[in-house]
T-cell receptor, first 114, second 113 residues
Framework: KNQVEQSPQSLIILEGKNCTLQ??????????LRWYKQDTGRGPVSLTI?????NTKSNGRYTATLDADTKQSSLHITASQLSDSASYIC?????????????FGRGTSLIVHP | DVKVTQSSRYLVKRTGEKVFLECVQD?????MFWYRQDPGLGLRLIYF???????EKGDIPEGYSVSREKKERFSLILESASTNQTSMYLC????????????FGPGTRLTVL
């Protein structure tokens, strides 16, 4: 069964500090991996997508990495801001033909304190 | 601008009531999804639809049904609401491909008393 595990479950950091969120998956065959950000009271919004051939992708202060061999991804947030407080969800899609259903991780809840 | 709207942000219902949650997207997407989100459990797929009048069960379809009579609208129905269906319900849509981003609505927080 396809699975996506995220760690840590929650994280508290001070404004201006960096942090890294982890995602391990067992989805096979692998198609792509997305990181979503979900602000409180809102639906998730995609931050970045990684395909098999990509190992790093940046979106402003967010940098995602992918190691397809070890089936791990990370999301690094640089110089955190209060607005980064949110839940970050790792979502992996498999390469099965006609499969539209990705596998969601349970998310990491990030709190940034002033 | 991409838009997925849900009929209510907050809803309070009594046990045994029939509940309708509606979702509308304006992006001409083929796929639409209903998830519930609970603390510590993440998003779990209830049902999805890949075309008008087509539906497929997700991971937790028990106690729910869906309807898709028009491409832009996907309804979730709780036939007889129970307290364990108290949750945040999220609707999403996307184009038919595993590469395509799911666009989510703002969610409906349903409380069943």
């Amino acid at each position: 069964k396809n699975q996506v595990e995220q760690s840590p479950q929650s994280l508290i950091i001070l404004e201006g500090k960096n942090c890294t969120l982890q995602c391990n998956y067992t989805v096979s065959p692998f198609s792509n991996l997305r990181w979503y950000k979900q602000d409180t009271g809102r639906g998730p919004v995609s931050l970045t997508i990684m395909t098999f051939s990509e190992n790093t992708k940046s979106n402003g202060r967010y940098t995602a990495t992918l190691d397809a061999d070890t089936k791990q991804s990370s999301l690094h947030i640089t110089a955190s801001q209060l607005s980064d407080s949110a839940s970050y969800i790792c979502v992996v899609s498999d390469g099965t033909g006609g499969s539209y259903i990705p596998t969601f991780g349970r998310g990491t809840s990030l709190i940034v304190h002033p | 601008d991409v838009k997925v709207t849900q009929s209510s942000r907050y809803l309070v219902k009594r046990t045994g009531e029939k509940v309708f949650l509606e979702c509308v997207q304006d992006m001409d997407h083929e796929n639409m999804f209903w998830y519930r989100q609970d603390p510590g459990l993440g998003l779990r797929l209830i049902y999805f639809s890949y075309d008008v009048k087509m539906k497929e069960k997700g991971d937790i379809p028990e106690g729910y049904s869906v309807s898709r009579e028009k491409k832009e609208r996907f309804s979730l129905i709780l036939e007889s609401a129970s307290t364990n269906q108290t949750s945040m319900y999220l609707c999403a849509s996307n184009l038919a491909s595993s590469y395509n981003e799911q666009f989510f609505g703002p969610g409906t927080r349903l409380t069943v008393l």
